[in-house]
């Protein structure tokens, strides 16, 4: 099992910055892509930015040139810098990382979620 856990959100001024973190620790043989979706109330969730354990990353083009992922492998961590914050980047922040046993398909796990809200 792994657990997932995240934090860093919380409230933030448009044109503001957050970093988001997200920890996993468990029984953790390697994982294969660990990343950021998110979820707005009344919409489906969606991608952030992901990035793989070779570093190719692929984000949503609403946050190209405002978000930077980042990943230090050797502490299971992915982080999330999310510069110029809009209103519309107000959500519950999940972090996922798809976990290879050497068994098969990798295993995906969600972190809890930590709420960011861009408002004045």
């Known amino acids: 099992q792994v657990q997932l856990v995240e934090s860093g959100g919380g409230l933030v001024q448009p044109g503001g910055s957050l970093r988001l973190s997200c920890a996993a620790a468990?029984?953790?043989?390697?994982?294969?892509?660990m990343g950021w979706y998110r979820q707005a109330p009344g919409k489906q969730r969606e991608l952030v930015a992901t990035m793989t354990i070779g570093g190719s990353t692929n984000s949503a083009d609403s946050v190209k040139g405002r978000f930077t992922i980042s990943r230090d492998n050797a502490k299971n961590t992915v982080y999330l810098q999310m510069n110029s914050l809009k209103p519309e980047d107000t959500a519950v922040y999940l972090c996922?990382?798809?976990?290879?046993?050497?068994?098969?398909?990798?295993?995906?796990?969600w972190g809890q979620g930590t709420q960011v809200t861009v408002s004045s």
């Open positions: 996922n990382a798809e976990v290879d046993y050497g068994l098969g398909p990798s295993i995906g796990y």
């Open positions: 468990g029984t953790v043989f390697r994982i294969n892509a």
